[in-house]
């Protein structure tokens, strides 16, 4: 029997936009699994990848986890978080990175400076999106969304959603597929 991560991955090799419903910090490993699917590769030029999340302390958690396993395959994680340098950021952007990792704020502010090209994303995740909303983040994810290249969109839950948030998926990602993680 194929296990949660599995079945996860294939939806996503299928092409499928993709909604999960899990734990966040519980599934590191599944999220880094998508993200080397993805970006499998070192490439020069524009991130790849932005995994938006909901705030600082979970995005640094997450790019810790993946900067350690991500030197083996010799790509490299930026931190864009509110509680940081603004201009090292967006210098470390500027010199290159495969994925993004940070809050939806301080990643439409480095956006709008023009401190990186979005055109040859591959994925865009939100780590649990319904909390990125209720913090009145929306239109910030709205500005980046809008601007997507054609590229995989996974959005993980954590909680019951809204009927504003169904709605607000449907817009943002078009048809996807659900998954949700079994109970243990």
Known sequence: ME????????????????VIRSEIETNFE?????VTDCIPEPKEGSPRGIVIC???????????????????LDLTVDLIVEKGQRVRQRNDLFFGTELIVGTPKRICEMYFQNGFNIGEL???MLLDLN???K????????????????????????L???????????TFMGGYKSIEEPMA
């Not at 599944?30 to 998508?34: A, E």
């Not at 909901?54 to 810790?64: L, S, V």
């Not at 500005?143 to 054609?150: A, D, F, Q």
């Open 135 to 158: 913090s009145g983040n929306k239109g910030f994810v709205n500005r980046i969304s809008e601007s997507l290249p054609r590229c995989r969109k996974v959005v993980v839950e954590t």
């Open 122 to 124: 591959k994925l865009f």
């Open 131 to 133: 909390t990125i909303l």
């Open 3 to 18: 296990d949660f991560n599995g079945k996860t991955r294939k939806l996503l090799r299928s092409g499928n936009a993709l």
């Open 30 to 34: 599944l999220f880094q699994d998508i």
């Open 160 to 170: 019951d959603r809204e009927a504003r948030v169904t709605e607000y998926i449907k």
């Open 54 to 72: 909901t705030d600082d302390q979970i995005a640094r958690a997450f790019a810790e986890y993946l900067e350690e396993r991500f030197k083996k």
